[in-house]
């Protein structure tokens, strides 16, 4: 178990492989209360943090499984989720829906978190909403709410040191992710400049090391590749294309490794949302299904 510290009550815990999917960072807090922020850091590390620690309460950020999959361990505990999740936050069969669509898909979504996270239902006892305020005796953090790659994802803001908990805004290479039927471009661009404007001096997000230099740069890249994607698929289409032969070239991911018909239906929804744009702006043209570059 790493334990990292970012300030004197703030740590980060480190999942495995470097908080790289289906794992993720969690963050511990030490202040007047112990407090876990997401429990997807892997099940043998919370049961260590469990045994270690008095944690009072656990919050997430959002619903994905990578960040809430270990809720389970401090079962006994209250746990805060956002409130625009309340209707389906640790529960396994509304998630399924909400994140994968009905039927095979789902059921292919509920083995793999079930197997591969060691995710076991745990509903939330409190919610939060943006605004509020998690007051930890030294710090506090904001809650930020940013939505676009879930509908209830947030951030979390330490405004005396001006640190920023991105989670799954995270700053990687990759770029940001909107594989859900509820996730926005518009919204992601949205979120991106409110994180913009509370001017962080450091980035502590789930699946990457801690930013402190070169912060606002590190956004406008992170931000760009929605650009960049766009122009990859407008360099594809110079003849009609549907979108599973679009899919079929994998587009965004390079290849599909692993649960290719998650995998596929995650980056058609990405793609699809590209795709919409394009539209609108009168790049391509629609017809039948099929998508072609107006000349």
């Known amino acids: 178990m790493t334990i990292e510290p970012i300030t004197d009550t703030i740590s980060l815990v480190h999942g495995k492989d470097g908080g790289r999917f289906p794992s993720s960072h969690s963050i511990l807090v030490r202040g007047k209360e112990t407090v876990l922020i997401d429990t997807g850091c892997g099940i043998a590390t919370l049961q260590k943090l469990n045994d270690e620690f008095d944690i009072d309460y656990v919050i997430n950020s959002h619903c994905h499984p990578d960040h809430s999959a270990g809720n389970w361990v401090f079962a006994d505990r209250p746990l805060y989720a956002p409130i625009e999740s309340a209707e389906s936050h640790g529960r396994l069969e509304a998630l399924s829906v909400r994140l994968a669509e009905p039927g095979e898909l789902a059921e292919q979504w509920k083995r793999f978190v079930r197997d591969a996270l060691g995710f076991n239902e745990m509903a939330p006892t409190h919610f939060y909403r943006d605004g509020d305020r998690f007051d930890f005796g030294p710090c506090g953090l904001l809650a930020v709410h940013t939505p676009g790659h879930t509908a209830d994802h947030y951030c979390l803001f330490e405004p005396d040191q001006q640190i920023l908990f991105s989670f799954d805004l995270d700053m990687t290479p990759f770029g940001p992710w909107y594989g859900h039927r509820e996730s926005d ?44 994607r766009e122009k990859r698929l407008l360099s594809m289409l110079t003849r009609p294309y549907t979108l599973p032969e679009l899919v079929a070239q994998a587009p965004f991911y390079g290849k599909h490794p692993y649960l290719p018909d998650l995998l596929k239906y995650w980056e058609g929804q990405m793609v699809q949302k590209h ?20 000349a």
Do not use: W
């Not at 795709?275 to 107006?294: A, F, H, N, Q």
């Open 185 to 228: 471009l518009n919204q992601i661009r949205e979120s991106l400049n409110r994180i913009r404007s509370l001017n962080p001096k450091m980035i502590v997000s789930s699946h990457r090391d801690v930013l402190t230099s070169d912060i606002a740069e590190t956004i406008d890249r992170f931000e760009g590749v929605l650009d960049r």
């Open 275 to 294: 795709l919409d744009e394009m539209v609108d702006k009168r790049l391509i043209t629609s017809e039948d299904g099929r998508y072609c570059r107006i």
